[in-house]
């Protein structure tokens, strides 16, 4: 019996981690557009890549595997549009400030009074894991970048397991 209360307390111990940025937010900043699945411009920033998650391509590129990708990658982009239009995010970064696109890497949040993250005395949706459990991304975990990288992985499992 031990073992499992063991246990239990680090799965306690590790939810209660995970849904609190471990780093500092800043913010708010305006959302300008939604480039693709993962992928939005800031103002005052500029393009930010979203950490640990990659949705379908949106056109075509030599990366593009066909018509199927493009149009579940404009689904992901849609959704993401939805989620973000017209607002204003939180920023957190990790480890590598940027890509080799000179686009900011990071994790964003919305603030949202039912959200399941908090920080200071406010609640927050993290934008990228609402991406994933929505099923529009895969986790993409490219390290030194994998602050939530278990999350990611346990959400699309979810996702999965949903259709």
Known sequence: MRPLLGLAWAVL???ALALSPQGGL???????RVV????????GVGAVRLIGIDAPESGYNRRTSGPEEVRL?????????????????????DVQERDRYRRVLAYLYLEDPKGDWTYGARRFRQVNLEVVRAG?????TVPPNVRYADLYLQAAREA???G
């Not at 800043?26 to 300008?32: D, K, N, R, S, Y």
């Not at 990658?73 to 970064?93: D, I, S, Y």
């Not at 529009?136 to 993409?140: D, I, K, L, S, V």
């Open 73 to 93: 990658g404009l689904e992901a982009k849609a959704f993401l549009t939805r989620l973000l239009q017209g607002k204003r995010v939180w920023v957190e970064l």
């Open 36 to 43: 693709d699945g993962d992928t939005v411009e800031l103002a």
């Open 136 to 140: 529009w991304a895969e986790p993409y």
């Open 160 to 162: 999965r397991a949903r």
């Open 26 to 32: 800043q913010g708010p900043l305006q959302v300008v």
């Open 13 to 15: 111990l590790g939810l």
